[in-house]
């Protein structure tokens, strides 16, 4: 699979799944001893992986929570949570991650990423209950 996407197209997608408010905070943290990983995420990873048409966003996002979730990565985590509502993606299917996580990443890490969740998307959660 060849990849022709500019870091324009990285930068593009990041804003859309991320929010532009983080993406312009995480620009304004740029200095030369991170730029050179910050060029390499919005290149490689938004611009490389998240670009490509082979899987919908959405579903890149619940894969992607996934990982985060086995990883511990709670910062990210929270990020990606918002992302996943951004591209589409239902609480229930975020819900249903973060299920299938305890059965492979543990019932403490499956606890850690639902108190994340009621943190983050707590004015979705709430409507839930209405």
Request: include cysteine; hydrophobic fraction near 40%.
């Amino acid at each position: 699979m060849e990849h022709n996407h500019t870091r324009q197209d990285g930068t593009t997608i990041r804003r859309a799944v991320l929010g532009d408010e983080y993406v312009d905070s995480a620009l304004k943290r740029d200095d030369p001893f991170n730029l050179p990983m910050q060029q390499w995420l919005t290149h490689n990873v938004w611009g490389g992986c998240w670009s490509q048409d082979d899987l919908p966003r959405a579903t890149r996002s619940l894969v992607t929570l996934a990982f985060l979730i086995a990883l511990d990565r709670q910062d990210e985590i929270r990020l990606h949570l918002r992302g996943a509502i951004r591209n589409g993606c239902s609480l229930i299917e975020i819900r249903e991650v973060l299920m299938q996580a305890a059965g492979y990443c543990g019932a403490p890490a499956a606890v850690g990423a639902f108190k994340l969740a009621n943190e983050t998307l707590a004015d979705e959660i709430a409507k839930l209950s209405r």
